[in-house]
C-alpha cells in the first residue's frame, strides 16, 4: 500500500507563489508516474503536471510555463511550485503515483487564490 500525503496548501493572493509537497510512503525513484491533479467544484478532476519514468515532465497548457514539477529521491518527496498564480487555479490539488499497474491517490490539499 502506498501513502502520499499532501501539504502546502493556502490562501493566496494572485500573482503570488505557493509550493505543494507530497510525502511518499515508498521509494518514488522507480515510480511509473507521479503528478499532481486539481479538481474545482463542479468539475472534473484535470492533470496539472506529472513526471513519467525516466524524469520526463508533462504540463496542462493552462499551467506551462507557472508551474513546475520535481521530485527528491532522497526525500521520497514530490513538489509541485506554482507560481503567477490565478483565481482560476483555485482547487484542491491531490498528488497521485503509480508504480505500476495500480495508482494511489493523496487526500489533497486546497488552493484558493483571491484578494
Known amino acids: 500500500q502506498v501513502q502520499l500525503v499532501e501539504s502546502g496548501g493556502g490562501l493566496v493572493q494572485p500573482g503570488g507563489s505557493l509550493r505543494l509537497s507530497c510525502a511518499v510512503s515508498?521509494?518514488?525513484?522507480?515510480?511509473?508516474?507521479m503528478g499532481w491533479y486539481r479538481q474545482a467544484p463542479g468539475k472534473q478532476r484535470e492533470l496539472v503536471a506529472r513526471?513519467?519514468?525516466?524524469?520526463?515532465?508533462d504540463y496542462a497548457d493552462s499551467v506551462k510555463g507557472r508551474f513546475t514539477i520535481s521530485r527528491d529521491t532522497a526525500k521520497n518527496t514530490v513538489y509541485l511550485q506554482m507560481n503567477s498564480l490565478k483565481p482560476e487555479d483555485t482547487s484542491v490539488y491531490y498528488c497521485?503515483?503509480?508504480?505500476?499497474?495500480?495508482?494511489?491517490w493523496g487526500q489533497g490539499t486546497q488552493v484558493t487564490v483571491s484578494s
Open positions: 515508498v521509494n518514488i525513484f522507480s515510480m511509473t508516474v
Open positions: 513526471i513519467i519514468s525516466g524524469g520526463v515532465t
Open positions: 497521485y503515483a503509480r508504480p505500476s499497474m495500480t495508482g494511489y
